[in-house]
């Protein structure tokens, strides 16, 4: 299984400012198969980002994904009040799918 | 508009039984493969088992291999996933998920399954 693990656990930080979201995984992900969620309190997690870099629908282009191998970025420029969540990644380059524990972006 | 809605979810006893289902409404579920996942408060989601579109396929996490058991009703668009053996980490909220490629497009709202005495 790959193990992914999000640093920091918590980013503090004021509107405006760029968010950088760090996911390393155990093992190299193989064809860039890695995307990430927000989760806002009482919701369910929404797809931001997919094959490392791609947006979802809908998703503003504040948000950017990067990274190859082991190690990922999601990057949020100008964070919007609406930005401050929690963000996961997550893997689909193995069989069993695995999701990181989370980087919270709070307000500072 | 994608709808997907879950049901079946309360408490019950360790040991006991619980079948949670997925209304599918909005695209063509038929289609897609579908997925559960789970998640307890403060902890990141954990993927459970997933099921090719037409339910020739289906695989699970080991913590609910030989317990756990995804199924689909394509002519009622509806996802299922009957669970026995329920043991207090099985405690979850639990979304069934659209997902063709590995990562999850579309989430429900979740249903609450709570394992305890």
């Known amino acids: 299984e790959i193990v992914l693990t999000q640093s920091p656990g918590t980013l503090s930080l004021s509107p405006g400012e760029r968010a950088t979201l760090s996911c390393r995984a155990s093992?190299?992900?193989?064809?860039?198969?890695f995307a990430w969620y927000q989760q806002k309190p009482g919701q369910a997690p929404r797809l931001l980002i997919y094959h490392t870099s791609s947006r979802a629908t809908d998703i503003p282009d504040r948000f950017g994904g990067s990274g190859s191998g082991t190690d990922f970025t999601l990057t949020i420029n100008r964070l919007e009040p609406e930005d401050f969540a929690v963000y996961y990644c997550?893997?689909?380059?193995?069989?069993?799918?695995?999701f990181g524990g989370g980087t919270k972006v709070e307000i500072k | 508009e994608v709808q997907l809605v879950e049901s079946g979810g309360g408490l019950i006893q360790p040991g006991g039984s619980l079948t949670l289902s997925c209304a599918a409404s909005g695209f063509t579920f038929s289609n897609n493969w579908m997925h559960w996942v789970r998640q307890t408060p403060g902890k990141g989601p954990v993927w459970v088992s997933r099921i090719k579109s037409d339910g020739s396929y289906t695989t699970y996490a080991d913590s609910v291999k030989g317990r756990f058991t995804i199924s689909r009703d394509n002519a009622k668009n509806t996802l299922y996933l009957q669970m026995n053996s329920l043991r207090a980490e099985d405690t979850a909220v639990y979304y069934c998920?659209?997902?063709?490629?590995?990562?999850?497009?579309?989430w429900g709202q979740g249903t609450l399954v709570t394992v305890s005495s």
């Open positions: 998920v659209t997902g063709d490629s590995g990562y999850f497009l579309r």
């Open positions: 093992q190299s992900i193989n064809n860039n198969y």
């Open positions: 997550q893997q689909y380059s193995s069989s069993v799918l695995t």
